[in-house]
């Protein structure tokens, strides 16, 4: 029996997939890291929210895809570059792996026969 959060259950799931260990960022760090790219700080709110709603849409970033505010690619790949994953991503990286790895998908199904969720 396996008892969890959808985001601990995400996290397990990349890192036993991916073999990596990734270290996750609160809204601070999400900040500074928007800062440091060059953000303007009356921006952060709008920004980070575009950003969860793409992540929320499954919506990968573009380099020429600004539909979802223009700090959405630079933000990700810099997260990429230093190992680092926001809450978000945690749902979203690992929906798109089971989206683009069926035989992990059906592996998962296979291990969770039964899923209860409380809360949602």
């Known amino acids: 029996m396996?008892?969890?959060t959808f985001h601990a259950l995400g996290y397990q799931i990349l890192k036993d997939e991916l073999a990596i260990d990734w270290i996750l960022i609160d809204r601070?760090?999400?900040e500074n890291l928007l800062l440091e790219l060059g953000c303007d700080k009356r921006e952060l709110k709008d920004t980070l929210a575009q950003i969860t709603e793409a992540k929320q849409s499954l919506q990968?970033?573009?380099e020429s895809d600004e539909s979802f505010g223009p700090w959405y690619w630079e933000y990700?790949?810099?997260?990429?570059?230093?190992?680092?994953l926001d809450m978000d991503d945690l749902i979203f990286?690992?929906?798109r792996l089971l989206?683009?790895?069926?035989?992990l998908a059906?592996?998962?199904?296979?291990?969770?026969?039964?899923i209860m969720v409380d809360e949602y």
């Open 99 to 103: 989206l683009d790895e069926p035989d």
């Open 60 to 62: 990968m970033p573009l």
């Open 2 to 4: 396996t008892v969890c």
């Open 28 to 30: 601070e760090d999400q």
């Open 76 to 84: 990700q790949n810099r997260l990429s570059e230093l190992g680092l």
């Open 106 to 114: 059906e592996r998962l199904r296979e291990h969770f026969q039964w």
């Open 93 to 95: 990286r690992s929906t």
